[in-house]
Every structure is written in structure tokens, then in C-alpha cells.
């Protein structure tokens, strides 16, 4: 519940924790006992395991056991909250005193509460000086008395405040006390100095407070001195250690209290992998300008919680309407409204309308620019700056084909279970529409709790999924929050709101990023340099491949500036890339510095256009080398390759690594830093690379080597990017084809493991049923392929033998291919059953039954298996039927 303020319903306690304190609703304390969080529950994929697979008797995730911690309007709504008996209140373990209505105390104490409180840490807040009633005062001190440890948070203002020195001095008796300095130090809270006003600090706030105690002064100045003599805790929290200090102050209580031991391992475990994988790349630290963008940034996130809007008149000739009114944020089904106190109609993008231009936002803030003008370097930037002020930053992509995958990734450092539910309910089977709803609500749940996460959407290609048009607006927590939005897109707008458009930098600071290392060139080379920044459009990633190649090799602006313009130009028919010509000569001029640093092979560039037909997002640079060299590995390469293997495969990754090292210091891609080995390639740079060669040349090369990798967890992207080249999903037709003992090794080892995944793990029903499907197309296509009538010269010399077909000149093929298409029909019979489509599961299974007979006869154990997962079927769907109303 809120700490400030008054409310009806004292006395009375709800069964969750409060959603926000610095909320409007008016209470004086808070109570609740929350029992730690389940272990999360991992699950890899073997080939054993993808052959035995039945999702019938599937226990293998659990369900999420976590109690929701409801927001403000769930609990104003709810009228059958649990009333808590003074026992209970007399047991919690932690008290946590505060004082002061600041907005960035309110959001600290709120994340250190409900911090423990995730723990299994039951903790009581109040601000005492906001409780008017005896009775709530007689059960806050209950409370303290009962309380394990006193937690008492320490600003300037708290010194004043009586309950904040009585508080003092009852835990410094009880020798359990626990002070936290905000925007504090120890060494700045010496009696004299306050009393005497003493240093810049005491100035304002100093003077006889201790008159405000209402007590004797002496006391006053014995509960003051009493901080100087807690030597176990020495907590002080600043607007750049925020996190350090609640987890520091979490571990601190737990290692004290009796029988919390295994939350320090626990925590510790969480925030080495946290830290190790927060962010995606590594700090760029020749990032320049940007000055009033991330200022801005900060305000939008970090404003004081007054959020105005500005109207402004976009008919010419007319007055301008500025004014300032208090912001209602109203969220709906299928989008977010923003009203006045006064009735506003829905903005259109009509010339007439007046446009709403948010000034400071409810906790969301989007960034929006042409490719390549440094949208990810400022999201990047900022959260690296303010990492502090957040539990966690969660990066995720925002390529409307992977969103949802990757929103989901979220539940490993979230904690969460998103796999599909158990079938315990043998008369209420969800459709995949919800369970896939559930999972989202889970991640989303999670990030609407008190704990502040900062949420980083980058790269964000529409407003809708790719595979259910479903709005990206509902994988967001609600507006307000503790959890922050940031997204960069390239769309004009998003959800409504009008994304803060990214300005080119100023001339001074393209200069100071294209000079590099060199700052003092002739007045000649400045002005080529001043050339090439009006011919770059002074586009960010231009700027900085540049600044490199001046770095890197021995060459002058001006002689740079002449190899450019002698680049021939390459015709494109992507509108993005026709936009800046001269960026793709320069991009040509890396491509001649790789080729030639690495002859014959050209390696690096290879890299780069076999990037292309990858999916957004890190990738191994081992990959990468294996796919540039797949294209020019004839059958004597091959072979002698596969004689001395270890030699190549070590040769190999080194000369990957050292192309990858190329391509970091040219800025034609970043190094992960949560990945080692991996890199990614810029979007300009992948789509560039993409248009410049012909799509049968090596696109294959690319499925091949991610074919050669197998399955595993890090390349799942890789796969389905494979995937949406093989086959044909929704309307598109596929882009390449592949060799039928390649196509068999790549459903029996990469196709099922990734279905199966998708669907277990991540209640990705649709997504997963719809790769099945198309898989099952492309088999039988196959299949028709094989039993086709072939002639050959010998057959028409002798007129008596007749024409036969592949599947009899290759029957062991036409059996396999068979056969998979078999395990195929009966995984998806399987998965389509728990989406209760018992009829269309019926006729695959069917289908599954008729080829595994006719090739491997009654007795076989697929068949067996087979007519075992039928008799399931019809028993389960005659039970829903019977039950049902």
C-alpha cells in the first residue's frame, strides 16, 4: 500500500504485496508475507528425448507458483481482502521507516521492499508521520516491536521528523537497527555539523532540529550519535548505486536472519549471470554529442511525476494553443488513449486534429530515425548510465518476426515459467490462443511488480507481430509503473505517441568522430573531411567507419575522399539504400580493404554477405567463416578438408576470428558481450551485403552451415531464419532447395528439436504448429518428387525394361523420407491436441498410422506408438465431450 496518507480500510490487510507506493491511493503502512519464488525449471532438447516426446503426459515445466503482487485499481476493485490479525503483524521480519514524499525515495524504499519480499523476507512499511489514528499508530508499534531488524532510511528531512528519531533510538536499544543513507553519508551526519549548519549540505536543512523531536534535546543528539556507532552496516544509497545498495542491504538481512542462508547464494548466483548479460554490447566509448537527446531521455523516464502534455496548432496561420493539463492514462483493449481531465476525442493524423506531444511520459519513451543515425548507440548510452537505477536492463529485438520469441527469452533472468500448462483439467483444455496469452501475462506480470526494470525494445519494425497481428502494446507492462519502456523504430509513430525523432549530429561533433585518433590535420584535409561529411549526410554510421579506416590504415582524408567517388555503384532496387549512394561507395571501399588484407579468400566480406540471410542478433563468427567458406569448397577441398580435420577446423576458426577482428574495428559490426564469438553486423551493412550478390549464390551456403551446426539453444534464431528460407510460410514461397538427405537430416535434427521447444518451452503453440505444417509440405513434395516416373539412356535402348522412378532406384530414401513425415504428421497430432483441435489431430494421426504400417508393418513399435497416441486421442476428446454442457 501508498505510504501517504489516510485510509478507510486500516486494520485490514491485503493477502499480495502493494503495487506502488508513490501511487495516489492514501495509506500510512504496508504488511504482507510472500514466500520466495519456485526454482526455475530448464529443459534441453536430445534427440532421445524429441523421438520419446508426448505432450499428453508431458509434466515436464511446472506452472508459475508466484503470488501477483496486484496494481492499485486491481486491490481498490477487490472487496474480499483478508483481513491480518495482530499476530501476524507481530512477526514480520523486517521493518522499513521512512519519511518525505519524494518521488526517488518513494521508488527506492518501493524496490527494497518488494526486493524483500521476493526474497521471502516478510517486511512492514510505514511513514509514520502520515498516521493520524491511534489505532494504526498501536499497530505500527506492534509492529517494530515484533520486527527481527529496523530498517530506517535517512535523508535530510528525516531529522526533523519525530517518529524518524523515536524509530532511532527503539532499535539502537534493541541493538537491531539498520540505517540506510539516501543521498547521504555517514561522515555527513555529525551532530555539530547539523546543529552548527556546517558545510553546504546542513546549511538549509541544519539548525536545532532536535526541537522538532518534541523531546529532550539530549536525546535527540544520543539517537544522531547512535548512527556512528552501527559499524555492520554501512549502506548508503546515491542515484548511482542504487542497485548495489538493495541488494547489498537484502543480502546483509538474510545472512542474518535464521534459516535465509541459501538467499545469499541465490542472489549472488542471479546477479553474476544479471551482470554478465544485461547489455548486448559491449560501451562505446567513442560516443560523442548526444548531450540534450539523453537529457531529455531522462526527464521522459525520470520526470517528477507531474506529466503534461503541450498542445500545438498544426493549421498554419492560426495562434498557437500551449497550456498545461494533468494527463489521464486510460488503457484499453487494442490501444493506449491519453485524456485530459476533459473529454479528448482520439488523435487522427488529420491536418485539422491537434496533435499531443508528450513532455513527460508515464514511464515510456521511444526514439525514432532513419537507419543508421545512431538509435541503438543512444539507447545503449543511456543504459549504461542510469543501469543503477534499474533491478535489471532487459534488451530485447524488436524485428517483428522475433519479438515474440524474444520477449519470451525474458524469463530466465525474470524467474518465470512460460511453458504450457499440465493437462490436469481433463474438461477445460485452452485453445493456443490463450495459453500463449498466459505466457505473455507471465513475463508481463513480472514487470508490473514494484521491482524497476528498464525494458529496451531496439529496432522495432511495426506495431503489430508478425505471426498473429497482435498488438506489440500487449506485451508491454501498464504505463507508470516502476518499469521503464525505451524503444528505438524507424515509424513515424507508435501506440499513439510521438517518438522523439533523432537529429543528425552537429558539425562539430562528425568532425570529432570521423578525426578518430588524428586531431590535428592541414586545413586540406579538413575541408575533404568536411566533404565527405556533407556527402554522408552526416549519418552516424558513415561518421564512424571513417573515423576508423583514418585510424586503422595510413591514408589521407583527401586520398579517402578520391577512392570513394572512383567506387562504381551498384544498382539497388531496396528504397532504404538508395537514400545515400555514397555510403554504399564507402561501404565498397571496406569490402577492397578486406579482400585485400586477406587474399585470395576475402574472407571478412564473405562474412559479411552471408550475414544476410541470417536473423537479426549476434551470431558466431564461426558460423559465419563456416558459411563464407562453404560456397568455395569443391568436392577435392572437401575431401582432403575431411583428411587433415583437425588441422582445417583449427585453421578455420582462426581465420574466422581474425576476419570478425576486422570487421569490429572497421565498425561494420559489434562484439556481444554477453556471447563470446559472436558478433553482429550492422542492418545497413546485412541489407547492403544482402542486395549485392544473387540470392542462389549464397543463401545455400548459409542453410547448409547452420545445418552442419545441429541444434543447439544459441542458434535457435539461425534456425528459424533458416527455416523462413526453406519453406513457405503464410503467403511467401521458398527461396532455396535443398538436397533430400539434407532436408532429412535437417527435420530429424533441427525441425522437431526447435517444435517441440517453441511449443514446451514457451507456450509458442501457433508458431510451432505452423513450422510442423509447412515442414510436413515440403516432405511431401519430396515424396512427389521421388515417385515420378525417370528415363535414362539404357532404359530406351531396351524397350522391354519399364520406366521406373526414384523411389524404386532409391528405396532406403523414399523409406527415411517416409518415415520422418510419419513423426512429423504424429508430433503435430500431438500439439494440435492441446489446443483441444481433436479432429484435425484425429486425421494427422490417422495419416502418421497408414505410413508407418505400410512400410514397418502391425507389430513395429512406431506403429505401436502410433496407435497408442490415437487411442489417447479419441479417449480424452470423449471425455471433453462428455463433460461438456
Not at 518488494?114 to 499497530?139: P, T, V
Not at 566480406?605 to 540471410?613: D, E, H, I, N, Y
Request: charged share 30%; glycine share 6%; aromatic share 8%.
Amino acid at each position: 500500500m501508498d505510504s501517504r496518507g489516510n485510509s478507510s480500510r486500516f486494520g485490514q490487510y491485503p493477502t499480495m504485496p502493494s503495487r506502488n507506493m508513490s501511487s495516489s491511493s492514501s495509506t500510512a503502512f504496508f504488511s504482507a508475507d510472500q514466500s520466495p519464488r519456485s526454482p526455475k525449471i530448464q529443459q534441453e532438447w536430445s534427440d532421445a528425448q524429441c523421438e520419446s516426446f508426448d505432450p499428453l503426459q508431458s509434466q515436464s515445466l511446472e506452472a508459475d507458483q508466484i503470488a501477483y503482487t496486484p496494481s492499485r485499481n486491481e486491490r481498490e476493485n477487490d472487496s474480499s481482502s483478508v483481513s491480518v490479525s495482530y499476530k501476524r503483524v507481530g512477526c514480520c521480519e523486517v521493518f522499513l521507516g521512512l519519511h518525505g514524499e519524494k518521488p526517488s525515495l518513494l521508488s527506492f524504499v518501493n524496490w527494497l521492499r518488494a526486493e524483500l519480499e521476493l526474497q521471502g523476507m516478510s517486511c512492514f512499511m510505514s511513514d509514520r508521520a502520515r498516521c493520524r489514528s491511534s489505532r494504526k499508530q498501536r499497530i505500527i508499534e506492534k509492529a517494530m516491536d515484533g520486527a527481527s531488524f529496523g530498517v530506517i532510511i535517512l535523508t535530510r528531512m528525516a531529522f526533523k521528523n519525530p517518529y524518524t528519531i523515536e524509530e532511532l533510538r527503539f532499535f539502537a536499544n534493541k541493538k537491531n537497527l539498520v540505517p540506510i543513507f539516501f543521498d547521504l553519508s555517514r561522515e555527513d551526519c555529525l551532530v555539530r555539523d547539523i546543529v552548527e549548519k556546517r558545510g553546504d549540505l546542513w546549511e538549509r536543512n541544519g539548525g536545532e532540529l532536535w526541537e522538532c523531536y518534541g523531546g529532550i534535546e539530549k536525546e535527540w543528539k544520543e539517537a544522531v550519535h547512535g548512527l556512528s556507532r552501527v559499524d555492520d552496516w554501512k549502506l548508503e544509497a546515491h542515484e548511482g548505486n542504487w542497485r548495489d545498495c538493495v541488494f547489498r542491504t537484502v543480502t546483509l538481512l538474510a545472512s542474518k536472519l535464521v534459516g535465509r542462508r541459501s538467499i545469499v547464494e541465490r542472489l549472488a548466483k542471479w546477479r553474476d549471470k544479471a551482470e554478465k548479460e544485461e547489455f548486448p554490447y559491449p560501451r562505446n566509448d567513442n560516443f560523442v554529442g548526444r548531450k540534450k537527446e539523453l537529457s531529455e531521455l531522462e526527464f521522459v523516464l525520470f520526470g517528477d511525476g507531474e506529466d503534461y502534455f503541450e498542445l500545438k496548432a498544426k493549421r498554419p496561420g492560426r495562434r498557437k494553443n500551449k497550456g498545461k493539463e494533468k494527463v489521464v492514462w486510460k488503457e484499453l483493449e487494442k490501444e493506449i488513449e491519453m485524456q485530459s481531465n476533459k473529454l479528448v476525442k482520439k488523435k487522427t493524423r488529420k491536418k485539422n486534429k491537434k496533435l499531443m506531444k508528450i513532455i513527460c511520459g508515464k514511464g515510456v519513451a521511444c526514439v525514432s530515425g532513419e537507419a543508421g543515425i545512431g538509435k541503438t548507440e543512444l539507447l545503449l548510452e543511456f543504459a549504461y548510465r542510469h543501469h543503477q537505477r534499474y533491478k535489471m536492463v532487459l534488451w530485447i529485438g524488436g524485428e517483428s518476426r522475433y519479438i515474440r520469441q524474444n520477449y519470451l527469452n525474458l524469463h530466465q533472468y525474470l524467474d518465470v515459467d512460460v511453458g504450457v500448462e499440465n493437462c490436469s483439467d481433463k474438461t477445460r483444455i485452452k485453445s493456443f490462443e490463450e495459453q500463449e496469452d498466459t505466457a505473455v501475462s507471465r513475463i508481463r506480470r513480472e514487470l508490473m511488480r514494484d521491482i524497476p526494470f528498464l525494458l529496451v525494445i531496439d529496432n522495432l519494425e511495426s506495431e503489430k507481430d508478425w505471426w498473429d497481428s497482435k498488438l506489440v502494446m500487449d506485451l508491454l507492462p501498464r504505463f507508470g509503473g516502476e518499469t521503464h519502456v525505451l524503444i528505438s523504430t524507424r515509424l513515424s509513430r507508435v501506440m499513439n505517441l510521438e517518438p522523439m525523432k533523432l537529429p543528425y549530429l552537429s558539425a562539430a561533433e562528425a568532425m570529432s568522430l570521423m578525426q578518430g585518433n588524428v586531431k590535428d590535420y592541414p586545413v586540406p584535409e579538413m575541408d575533404a573531411l568536411r566533404v565527405i561529411e556533407e556527402k554522408l549526410g552526416r549519418l552516424t554510421l558513415g561518421l564512424a567507419v571513417v573515423g576508423a579506416i583514418l585510424s586503422e590504415l595510413p591514408i589521407s582524408p583527401t586520398r579517402l575522399l578520391d577512392t570513394i567517388n572512383r567506387m562504381p555503384l551498384r544498382e539497388m532496387s531496396c528504397s532504404l539504400l538508395r537514400r545515400s549512394m555514397f555510403l554504399l561507395q564507402l561501404f565498397e571501399v571496406c569490402f577492397s580493404i578486406f579482400d585485400h588484407a586477406d587474399r585470395p579468400r576475402g574472407l571478412a566480406t564473405r562474412m559479411v554477405v552471408a550475414s544476410g540471410w541470417l536473423a537479426p542478433g549476434p551470431v558466431p563468427a564461426s558460423l559465419l567463416a563456416l558459411a563464407a567458406s562453404e560456397k568455395h569448397r569443391g568436392l577435392w577441398r572437401r575431401l582432403r578438408r575431411a583428411i587433415r580435420c583437425g588441422f582445417a577446423s583449427s585453421n578455420s576458426k582462426r581465420s574466422g576470428a581474425e576476419a570478425a577482428s576486422m570487421l569490429l574495428r572497421f565498425n561494420i559490426a559489434r562484439a556481444s558481450s554477453v556471447k563470446l564469438g559472436f558478433i553482429q553486423i550492422h542492418e545497413v551493412v546485412r541489407l547492403y551485403a544482402r542486395n549485392r550478390v544473387l540470392e542462389n549464390e549464397t543463401a545455400p551456403a548459409m542453410v547448409r552451415a547452420v545445418i552442419n551446426r545441429g541444434w543447439t539453444v544459441e542458434t535457435a534464431d539461425q534456425i528459424w531464419a533458416v527455416c523462413f528460407l526453406l519453406f513457405g510460410f503464410s503467403n511467401e514461397a521458398p527461396t532455396i532447395q535443398l538436397k533430400m538427405t539434407e532436408l532429412l537430416f535437417l527435420v530429424k535434427q533441427v525441425i522437431l528439436p526447435l517444435a517441440i521447444r517453441t511449443f514446451v518451452t514457451f507456450s509458442r503453440c501457433g508458431a510451432a504448429v505452423e513450422l510442423l505444417r509447412v515442414c510436413t509440405n515440403a516432405l511431401e513434395s519430396a515424396d512427389q518428387t521421388l515417385v515420378k516416373p525417370v528415363e535414362k539412356w539404357l532404359d530406351k535402348s531396351l524397350c522391354w525394361r519399364s520406366v521406373r522412378t526414384n523411389a524404386q532406384l532409391n528405396p532406403v530414401l523414399w523409406e527415411e523420407l517416409a518415415l520422418a513425415r510419419a513423426t512429423v504428421l504424429e508430433t503435430r497430432a500431438k500439439l494440435t491436441l492441446r489446443g483441444g483441435q481433436f479432429g484435425v489431430a484425429d486425421d494427422l494421426i490417422r495419416k502418421a498410422i497408414f505410413i508407418r504400417t505400410s512400410i514397418s508393418g502391425e507389430a513395429h513399435p512406431g506403429t505401436v506408438s502410433a496407435r497408442e497416441t490415437l487411442s489417447k486421442l479419441t479417449r480424452l476428446s470423449s471425455n471433453v465431450h462428455n463433460t461438456s454442457p
